[in-house]
């Protein structure tokens, strides 16, 4: 009898899949901070899963939010609508499909031209029809 050790291959990788799924075994989440919770940068102004924060003096904005870690959500494009106002469009990358962890996804962004640097801010996070807004305290704020 003659056997393919390619099918032989597929036929072990396919039963070691099926094993893994049966045991709960998945692949590692990502995580961008050591700690469990928000990143301590977002001062708990953390409205549901998402923050946003001032960093570098106003210079650079912060922006905490969650999605799939295989399937991260990033910006695509950065605007000041006005100068207490800025639009952060997210788009997400990986492949056909995606991982149904919640991870803690952070990046930041150039505060754009117009906005004013370290002030009361509304930052609006927008993926597809989808539109939150996260307020940004001054700097200047006690809190």
Known sequence: MHTRPGLIGFGAALALAFAMSLTGCTAPSVSLSEHDGPSSAFHGHV???QA???VAG???IAV???GSSSCAP???SVKALD???VEIELATGGGAVCTADLAEI???VRTPDGVELGG???VVLVTGEFRSSLPIVSLGASG
């Open 47 to 49: 409205i549901g899963d």
């Open 52 to 54: 946003a924060s001032w």
């Open 58 to 60: 106003g210079q650079r």
């Open 64 to 66: 905490l939010t969650a």
């Open 74 to 76: 990033y910006p695509v």
């Open 83 to 85: 100068k207490s106002t």
């Open 106 to 108: 952070t990046f930041e």
């Open 120 to 122: 009361d801010v509304e």
